[in-house]
């Protein structure tokens, strides 16, 4: 992938035919000790460097946009809208930063139903944010999820489940990252050039998670899962080059993954 361009809350890259966007909704500050030895174990304490403060981790939320030559734009996860703290819900700045019009954004494909991600479907004054969304792409086992969002009701008759393997769009496919959440799903882009992994939820706190892929997180549906999902895709991720997108890694959340001792390291894009 070619940097193209990059602001404040916006990164853009060109693969082969495609425009990948990163673009950031904010950040918000989770407690420290969610962070866990291990499935079972107790808590890990992060070494002061990694820390906002004592007791605070800061999680960046990014959100991704795929145009592709023939292709209404795909937005992966669209942040969290006015339902969270203040210092989320930017994507429409972003965007805004980034020139981009949200009405060229036909689908909307969820890795997870958690607030961060989805509830940026509705602004915060309470519009729709994409006026021409036709899809939204979800996981099978997703689903019930969104439905028990009542605000989101008038998003249901677009939903459009999918299973590991499905092709969203040429050259772009659902692949299952189990452990997280319910249907936690991530989406590859093979672009010609680059394969992409939009990997969710798989790591909340990169400083530890790349060097100790066993490290777990304490909203991890089942931490034994989401350990064993981390520790396949950094193997697969180094192994083949590909390049990472993450919705926690520290923005633009882009970068490649090499060994490093026992572990690994991001090599950011940018």
Request: charged share 20%; aromatic share 6%; glycine share 10%.
């Amino acid at each position: 992938m070619i940097v193209a361009s990059q602001s404040a809350n916006a990164l853009s890259c060109t693969s082969g035919s495609w425009k990948i966007w990163s673009l950031s909704d904010g950040h918000v500050d989770m407690p420290a000790d969610l962070l866990r030895r291990g499935p079972g174990l107790g808590k890990y304490t992060l070494p002061e460097s990694s820390r906002q403060e004592p007791s605070l981790v800061r999680l960046s939320v990014n959100c991704f946009l795929l145009e592709g030559a023939g292709n209404s734009g795909v937005l992966i996860d669209c942040g969290a809208g006015g339902q969270w703290e203040p210092s989320l819900g930017h994507l429409d700045s972003a965007m805004a930063e980034a020139g981009i019009d949200p009405s060229s954004i036909g689908v909307v494909a969820l890795t997870h139903t958690h607030l961060d991600h989805l509830n940026g479907l509705i602004t915060r004054d309470g519009r729709v944010a994409f006026a021409n969304l036709s899809r939204i792409v979800i996981a099978h086992d997703a689903v019930a999820g969104f439905v028990d969002q009542p605000h989101l009701e008038r998003f249901r008759h677009l939903l459009a489940p999918v299973r590991d393997g499905d092709q969203l769009a040429d050259h772009l496919a659902a692949l299952s990252i189990p452990g997280h959440a319910p249907g936690h799903m991530a989406y590859v882009l093979d672009s010609g050039e680059d394969r992409i992994l939009f990997c969710g939820d798989v790591f909340h706190v990169p400083a530890a998670q790349f060097a100790r892929p066993e490290l777990t997180w304490a909203y991890d549906l089942d931490q034994s899962i989401a350990c064993a999902t981390r520790i396949n895709l950094l193997r697969e991720a180094s192994n083949t080059r590909a390049w990472l997108a993450g919705a926690h890694m520290a923005k633009p959340g882009i970068g490649r993954v090499v060994e490093e001792g026992s572990g690994y390291t991001l090599l950011p894009i940018a």
